[in-house]
């Protein structure tokens, strides 16, 4: 879905770098409408992004969740935002909001985009059943399906107990992630 955002235009190169952020960074949309340019770190592996306040940590200690680079430059989450900086670089934004919105006839306004026009954006790029809180579900259900240790999907969500690992977890077909086809029978 996300290879066919057309980055011809700015909101596409935004919308692109919002759900693959979103879904590598498993972050909740809050956190995500929250990100500002400031708290992004670019270095050889990828993408370091501070999180100064979330749900689980309203006392702003120090928070961080790692990007990595993919081998596909259509689907890499830390390209997508290089993308999207440099854009917004190219008119002079080097701090502030990193996701905004945009007057019609695509030019920048320098409004944060809200969690209501987040949802808006995945609904108008995922489909209806889905919202910004889906990729974050999204990123627990694929990692739990390629096997991927709790410990290490907290480490990224934020999550403090495997029981939200296990009810974010949308597995809705009874074959997927079943233990019945490893019973050696």
């Avoid at 996300?2 to 235009?9: A, D, N, T």
């Avoid at 709790?150 to 079943?178: A, W």
């Amino acid at each position: 879905m996300v290879q066919s955002i057309s980055v011809e235009r700015p909101d596409g190169v935004r919308d692109r770098a919002l759900l693959l952020l979103g879904l590598s960074g498993a972050f909740r949309r809050d956190e995500l409408a929250k990100v500002d340019l400031a708290h992004l770190h670019f270095d050889a592996d990828g993408l370091i992004v501070d999180l100064p306040a979330s749900k689980t940590n309203q006392r702003g200690e120090a928070e961080e969740k790692a990007i990595f680079f993919s081998p596909d430059r259509r689907t890499c989450p830390v390209r997508a935002v290089q993308d999207w900086v440099t854009y917004l670089a190219q008119y002079g934004r080097t701090d502030g909001p990193l996701f905004v919105s945009f007057h019609k006839g695509q030019r920048l306004s320098r409004r944060r985009l809200s969690t209501f026009s987040l949802n808006e954006i995945v609904q108008l790029r995922l489909g209806a059943p889905y919202t910004a809180h889906s990729l974050r579900a999204s990123f627990v259900t694929i990692a739990k399906l390629n096997g991927v240790d709790d410990s290490k999907i907290m480490n990224q969500t934020k999550h403090k107990t495997t029981d939200m690992i296990r009810r974010y977890t949308r597995l809705d077909n009874v074959r997927q992630h079943n233990a019945a086809q490893e019973l050696g029978l």
